[in-house]
């Protein structure tokens, strides 16, 4: 059985090998405009208590039998993210726990999405987050772990290359990997896909610079922050993500 002190030496082996294809993973996020121009300025990363307006107590608000059927049976976190339209940059997160009363909201927040919206096939730049329920098990960033449930690599290689624009230079202070093509229980830096390249990859929660992303999903610091705090590994969480249409299905 591998000691904690074993596991973290191992994750930092890995970075350190991570962080020479560093720039390539950092692609799947940022690269091809992450210019903070596209798309609409958020109203500001504030808490809105509870989670959306009508939600029917116990149930994921708006997510419909297609994806709800898709959430592993002992999934007792999701994180519900929830676009405004299928070409829209514009979401809310809302953060669930599941009791024995079913789910319940513990926060919600602005974010954005992929600046093209949603996508059901999602492909390298189209400039649309995946549709669908992922796995949340590795975190990480430029800044130090913030209290993290998840396994957390602190690691400079998180820094956005500097071509980019000035405004995304915070977007990874804070990451939760989403399990779309990697490799589970790796570094978020590891760039191996699965899947192959051309269906892109490196598709994290991170900071919000105030617009649409290439494929992410983006909220405040402070949203970061908590999320990275409450997400729990042995709580199986699970993010569930689509616009408001695809979400219902």
């Known amino acids: 059985m591998r000691t904690a002190g074993g596991v973290r030496r191992a994750r930092t082996a890995a970075v350190a090998v991570a962080a020479v294809t560093a720039a390539a993973v950092l692609a799947g996020c940022g690269a091809g405009g992450a210019d903070g121009k596209d798309g609409k300025r958020s ?17 994921l608000a708006g ?4 994806l709800r059927s898709r959430v592993p049976a002992d999934a007792r976190q999701a994180v519900v993210v929830r676009g405004a339209g299928a070409d829209s940059p514009d979401a809310t997160v809302t953060l669930y726990d599941k009791g024995a009363n079913g789910w319940r909201p513990q926060g919600s927040w602005p974010a954005h999405n992929g600046r093209r919206g949603w996508t059901a096939d999602h492909h390298e730049g189209d400039q649309r987050s995946p549709i669908g329920v992922f796995a949340l098990t590795d975190a990480g960033g430029v800044l130090p772990d913030p209290g993290s449930r998840l396994p957390y690599t602190h690691s400079a290689a998180f820094t956005p290359p500097s071509y980019w624009s000035r405004t995304t230079r915070h977007d990874f202070d804070y990451v939760v990997a989403i399990d779309y093509n990697r ?3 790796t570094s978020p830096l590891d760039p191996t896909r699965p899947l192959g390249q051309a269906k892109g990859g490196g598709v994290w929660l991170h900071l919000d610079h105030g617009s649409g992303t290439s494929a992410c999903v983006s909220v405040a610091k402070p949203a970061m922050a908590a999320l990275l705090r409450a997400l729990d590994p042995a709580r199986h969480p699970v993010v569930v993500m689509g616009d408001q249409a695809h979400l219902a299905g």
């Open 63 to 66: 997510v419909g039998p297609a």
């Open 43 to 59: 109203a500001g990363g504030r808490e809105r208590p509870g989670g959306p307006a009508g939600a029917r107590p116990g149930e």
């Open 183 to 185: 490799v589970p229980g």
